[in-house]
């Protein structure tokens, strides 16, 4: 189904993405979780390990709505094990999950909202895929950007002083994103945000960072 085609999309079920335990905490990978965090902050709400979900998962009120926050604790190749349990026992549709994730062919500083869409090499969304029979459901992709090491190892690596700078305003620009959706719909945050980058101004000025809009096409991804 053509993106054109989805209209009014209003997630309730928020899902990062990430690996559990503190060897994978604060990697470039595991920026899905960082934004779950950052939600649940902003929303005052609660989150809890919860074995029957294979997760930490909390809910409240956003929006006037029940929305629920998810961090599978499975790995990341099994993240749809515990999308599915959370998907079964509250008896949503996969249209009204919104997974948060990390992406190797965005620049750092860089998201883009989509409403399907494959799974573009990304284990946990394979594995959400699967698990939901449908790709079909809305997903916020952060750049990570590539790196001359391993794929592996830059996925699985901290984010440096001058990155965690940047990743500061990209967690900050899609908490604003993700709650625009549950407001007023995936579309009008995709049209709102999609444009947007998080960017740091190269000298004189390196450590200033600048939000700025930027049309698409005009930088590669």
Do not use: C
């Not at 997903?139 to 002083?161: P, W």
């Amino acid at each position: 189904m053509a993106e054109s085609e989805v209209l009014e999309v209003f997630p309730r079920l928020i899902v990062g993405l990430g690996n559990p335990g503190a060897k994978y905490d604060r990697t470039r990978h595991n920026i899905g979780f960082d934004l779950i965090d950052q939600l649940a902050k902003r929303w005052q709400i609660p989150v809890s390990d919860q074995k029957r979900f294979q997760g930490i998962v909390g809910e409240g009120w956003v929006t006037r709505q029940k929305i629920v926050l998810l961090k599978p604790q499975t790995f990341m190749n099994l993240s749809g094990q515990s999308v599915r349990s959370v998907l079964d026992w509250y008896k949503l549709e996969p249209t009204e999950v919104l997974v948060l994730y990390d992406d190797l062919d965005l620049p750092l500083g860089k998201l883009r909202i989509r409403l399907t869409g494959s799974a573009g090499g990304h284990n946990g969304m394979k594995s959400i895929i699967s698990h939901l029979g449908t790709p079909t459901f809305p997903r916020l992709r952060m750049g990570i950007g590539k790196s001359q090491d391993e794929t592996i190892s830059h996925v699985l690596g901290k984010f440096s002083a001058a990155e965690s700078s940047i990743v500061t305003d990209v967690l900050q620009l899609s908490a604003d994103a993700v709650e625009l959706s549950l407001g007023s719909g995936v579309e009008k945050a995709m049209n709102k945000y999609n444009n947007r980058s998080v960017l740091v101004e190269a000298d004189p000025l390196p450590k200033e960072k600048l939000v700025q809009s930027i049309k698409d096409g005009n930088r590669s991804e």
